[in-house]
């Protein structure tokens, strides 16, 4: 939305409130060509309940230091208001500056043993440390969307060095869980694209190599 004197309009905040199906996090990645860089930014939350006053599933995403004053966990009832993501293209959430973020009430019990993993994720240095494996989308989509080692990441791509300004965006799914994971599925490597037409393919020694300090139930 726009302005009379052309400038783009703030959206407005959305009320919304729910009960978290899963808590993961919110890590963007840069590719060019073979090389890759992450961005550990903080959490995604995962909801059922009322966005806007309609009664829907949502997403929304916060700061490391929401996560860390509320240790949100699944089962959790959370309210607050947030406004609509800008570009949906470059964005995993569908609402983001969340404020008014206030826990309702706590889940109740332990949560119960993975897959999925659903208690309190850890920090995010803990998932730079772990490092990935790539996981098939639709595997994540099915069964890996609630799990706290799950991870969609919005992607962007450096197609020519020499021309920064070409890129191209998508998102990949990631898996930073143990590697015994019986719900576990690579699906297809991945391949990026580079200048001229070519491409380099991300091959399974990526993710051997990402994950090799980890034993199998680590």
Known sequence: ?????????????????????GVQPRIDLGR????RQHSYLGDALFLRGEVGGEARE???????GAQARHAFRAGDRVSGAAHPAADRERETAELYKASALRLVARAEGEP????PWRGVPPALEVYRARGHRRLDARTYEAKCRTCIWGCRMAVEMMIDQWKPEVREQRFETFCYGPK??????AGPTRKVPGRKGMSWEEEDWVDEEATGHRAADE
């Open 58 to 64: 949502f997403s929304l995403r916060i700061g490391p």
């Open 180 to 185: 015994s994971c019986v719900l576990y599925r």
């Open 1 to 21: 939305m726009t302005t009379e004197s052309g400038q783009r309009a703030a959206p407005h905040k959305i009320a919304w409130f729910g009960e978290l199906l």
């Open 112 to 115: 119960p043993p993975g897959p």
């Open 32 to 35: 060019s060509f073979d090389q």
